[in-house]
């Protein structure tokens, strides 16, 4: 019996000892792990697997350091066990994570599985509401794909090739194919060596060969994602957080990274600082220009951040000072990956995510930003610039429509490669209805130049104006997936709008005929001139109303028939020819007949007057003993409509 209990104490002291050392091995990997050492995380975790101690915590960081080192096939394996083994204790992330690597293995069906639980358990996700409102996101990639022609990249290596940017007639790119193989020099993320930046085809000094750009920007740290200036001389690019010459790691140990800008002066890169919005305790990387440079785009994870990176961007002020970063929001963000900015000359935001329905790993998605806009639809560009695995770092020319992306997909040289490309159709962004027309008066049939055409949405927001040209007409875009209110308007008329509900790419007409705005007259203003009418004119010597004026008199009649309270005095005149007496006379009969006649089509005589003035009101030089022509006597043998209320 004494041996029994001497066994079993030995083997409870043994037992406690072996749950100890793999407790602290385990430590050993958690450090490292929150280092973002993920490559010594891995080694670490292995080991204490294979010794047959498990927990969901340490399932969570090894498929995590296998997620973010895009080895899917490893991370799929590890989330898989979390989920079947420690369902209850993990929470919707890591369905997330499990379903982004099924795609990334083809296995849609079981993605589409796991993407069915993680809605149940967060519902208000930004990523659930997506992947529930484009169930069928994989015909949406259908049908954007086959737009690309890719083309081989004749500078990739065995090493990590990535992130192109424009610059003069090449390209700049990070790579990490010539830092040394030193151990002190490696980048425990991934095990591999730190990145420098290349450049190709920019200069006489580099054309058709790989030369470093240059001792200033390169250290022994990482140097990556870059954006230049169109006149080649303000450059802007990731390095890890380091002074001096020497790194810093914030208080968990890891090196942050940060933006830096760089002046080329006598053809070398100087007053090399980093920006002011850059912090020890959070990274801000990939930085991108707008077309007209007075904003930079950029992903961190900084304050404000909605998941584990998020596009933001920040205005360059004229004095080469910043303004404060604004996230983009989310209908870009989500509470995964958006990273890997880059904006085109139409202002269309290129970037790289796992948050969005995609393929698997970080997929390309296109979104138009103009007028400061960032809640468009944002589409997968499709294949083959997306695949199952991780593509990144996309830039695009739109006039030569030709690119170049990065890629981790198998059938590549080295760990990552770049590709260039070409497209032979445009992306639609948005589902387009092309809305066009006139805008009139509605009495005359005249054109109006110069009048406002808005669009107003559903939410009764302007998103849209313009104006009428030399010919009163207009054109607009729309989005066709949504309703809009097309509304024209002109200075003393009244506004017209008409709805135009959804209409799947279909082009419209609407031409808009306005009323005059009676009520912005007031008593004694000339009805004739709010209506633009042409002058009422009489002949020589008749008092009875002519063919052409009468159509005039006509739009008068309607006028007041749209205005029942409308009441209105003629006031006809005559030239200075003939005795003053007979002119009164004369001018007298065309007040009456005028109003005679407007009585004859419904118009009751209680809102008619009628008044003669002679000649005493001409409006030209044409008075008595003044030799004028037929045409100068006829412009004062008119009548007018006066408003009395």
């Known amino acids: 019996m004494i041996k029994k209990i001497v066994s079993l104490t030995l083997f409870i002291f043994f037992l406690g000892q072996y749950s100890y050392a793999q407790e602290r091995l385990v430590e050993k990997g958690d450090k490292k792990y929150n280092e973002y050492s993920f490559k010594p995380a891995i080694d670490i975790y292995k080991k204490v697997l294979d010794k047959g101690y498990v927990s969901a915590d340490l399932l969570k960081r090894l498929g995590d350091s296998y997620y973010f080192n895009a080895d899917y096939q490893e991370a799929s394996s590890t989330y898989k066990r979390l989920v079947d083994e420690y369902a209850t204790d993990i929470g919707p992330e890591y369905y997330f994570r499990y379903a982004q690597t099924l795609k990334s293995l083809g296995d849609y069906d079981g993605s589409k599985g796991i993407m069915e639980k993680f809605t149940r358990i967060t519902s208000d996700d930004i990523r659930a509401i997506a992947y529930k409102s484009e169930s069928d996101y994989l015909e949406e990639i259908r049908k954007n794909s086959g737009r690309y022609e890719l083309e081989n990249f004749d500078f ?28 002190r020099y490696r980048h425990t993320w991934n095990s591999k060596d730190f990145l420098d930046l290349y450049k190709v085809n920019a200069d006489s000094i580099s054309t058709d060969r790989v030369a470093k750009i240059g001792e200033n920007v390169n250290t022994r740290l990482h140097e990556s994602t870059s954006a230049i200036t169109k006149d080649g001389n303000t450059l802007y690019f990731t390095r890890n957080n380091i002074k001096e010459g020497k790194y810093i790691k914030d208080d968990k140990g890891v090196i942050r990274l940060k933006i830096f800008r760089a002046v080329l002066i006598d053809n070398v890169w100087s007053n090399i600082e980093e920006l002011p919005f850059n912090s020890n305790n959070y990274s801000v990387a990939n930085p991108a220009l707008s077309p007209d440079e007075k904003t930079l785009y950029f992903a961190s994870d900084m304050p404000g951040t909605l998941g584990e990176s ?21 209908n870009i963000n989500t509470e995964a990956r958006e990273t890997f900015p880059f904006i085109t000359t139409e202002e269309v935001l290129y970037m790289s995510s796992d948050g969005h329905p995609g393929l698997g790993g970080l997929d390309v998605f296109a979104t138009r930003i103009k007028f400061g806009k960032y809640n468009g639809a944002v589409v997968n560009v499709g294949e083959p610039v997306n695949s199952k695995m991780d593509d990144f770092t996309f830039i695009f020319n739109e006039e030569s429509r030709k690119g170049y992306f990065a890629s981790n997909r198998t059938e590549g040289m080295g760990s990552d490669d770049i590709y260039g490309f070409i497209e032979h159709t445009p992306l639609q962004l948005e589902c387009i209805q092309d809305v066009s027309g006139t805008v009139r008066d509605k009495i005359s049939n005249e054109v109006l130049v110069g ?53 799947a790419g279909k082009a419209n007409i609407i031409d808009f005929y306005l009323e005059r705005d009676l009520v912005t007259g007031g008593f004694g203003d000339d009805l004739a001139k709010l209506l633009q009418l042409s002058t009422i004119y009489f002949d020589f010597d008749r ?45 007298q009969k065309r007040a009456e007949s005028t109003v005679n006649y407007m009585i004859s089509k419904g118009i009751t005589q209680d809102r008619l007057k009628g008044e003669g003035f002679g000649e005493i009101r001409l409006i030209n030089k044409c008075t008595n003993g003044v030799r004028c022509s037929a045409k100068e006597h006829e412009f004062n043998r008119r009548s007018e409509f006066i408003i009395l209320e």
Not at 162 to 177: H, N, T, V
Not at 459 to 481: A, M, V
Not at 495 to 503: D, I, R, T, V, W
Request: hydrophobic share 30%; aromatic share 10%; proline share 3%.
């Open 310 to 330: 998020d596009i933001f961007k920040v205005t360059i002020n004229s004095d080469r000072t910043f303004g404060t970063p604004v996230n983009l929001g989310n």
């Open 156 to 183: 990739n290596s065995t090493y990590s090739d990535f992130a192109p940017s424009y610059y003069k007639e090449g390209l700049i790119f990070s790579s990490d194919r010539d830092t040394g193989n030193l151990a």
């Open 543 to 587: 008092y009875n109303i002519r063919k052409d004026s009468e159509i005039e008199v006509q739009k008068v009649i309607a006028a007041m028939e749209k205005y029942p309270s409308l009441k209105i005095k003629v006031n006809s005149h005559t030239d200075s020819r003939g005795p003053d007496a007979y002119n009164l006379w004369l001018s």
């Open 451 to 503: 009048a406002t055409v808005k669009v107003i949405d559903e939410d009764n927001k302007e998103i849209l104006t313009t104006i009428t040209d030399s010919e009163g007409r207009y054109s607009l875009s729309l989005d066709c997936n949504k309703g809009n209110f097309v509304r024209a308007l002109m200075q003393g008329y009244v506004p017209s709008e008409e709805y135009l509900g959804k209409s």
